[in-house]
């Protein structure tokens, strides 16, 4: 049976658990959308709540791609509030399957990066 690596042990031990607690809580931290170049730009969203009973504060949301534009409906959320966090996909006329990462990135200490993903199906442009 294959031992788990070292660090990873070390850093369960260490670490409080409330460092690796997460207050944003996903609707759906993964979304699928189908676009094509003729449609232009596609919008999609990710919804989320504050589990937690402090304030959090989005700090950053970069995306793997530049044609992916998150942009946070506002910055910080009271607990129990709701948020939507809107994307725009700006096709590369790329036919093919592509899944692009988005990094929520917030005010909270000791926890990692929120992952989402944004699963983009691109068509091939219809023939004439």
Same mark, same amino acid.
């Given at each position: 049976m294959p031992r788990p690596p070292v660090k990873a042990l070390v850093l369960a031990l260490f670490l409080p658990a409330?460092?690796?607690?997460?207050s944003l809580e996903w609707e759906k931290p993964r979304v699928a959308i189908r676009v094509s170049p003729s449609t232009g730009k596609a919008a999609c969203e990710f919804r989320f709540t504050n589990k937690s009973d402090q304030p959090v504060r989005i700090k950053a949301?970069?995306?793997?791609?530049?044609?992916?534009? @998150? /942009?946070?409906?506002?910055?910080?959320? =009271?607990?129990?509030?709701?948020?939507v966090m809107p994307?725009?996909?700006? @096709? /590369?006329?790329?036919?093919?399957?592509? =899944?692009?990462?988005?990094?929520?990135?917030?005010?909270?200490?000791?926890v990692r990066p929120y992952e989402l993903v944004l699963e983009v199906n691109e068509t091939a442009e219809p023939a004439n």
């Open positions: 409330a460092a690796w607690a997460q949301a970069p995306a793997t791609c530049s044609c992916v534009a @998150p /942009k946070p409906d506002k910055r910080a959320y =009271a607990p129990g509030e709701s948020g994307v725009i996909y700006s @096709p /590369k006329g790329r036919p093919g399957v592509r =899944a692009y990462r988005l990094y929520v990135v917030t005010d909270e200490k000791g």
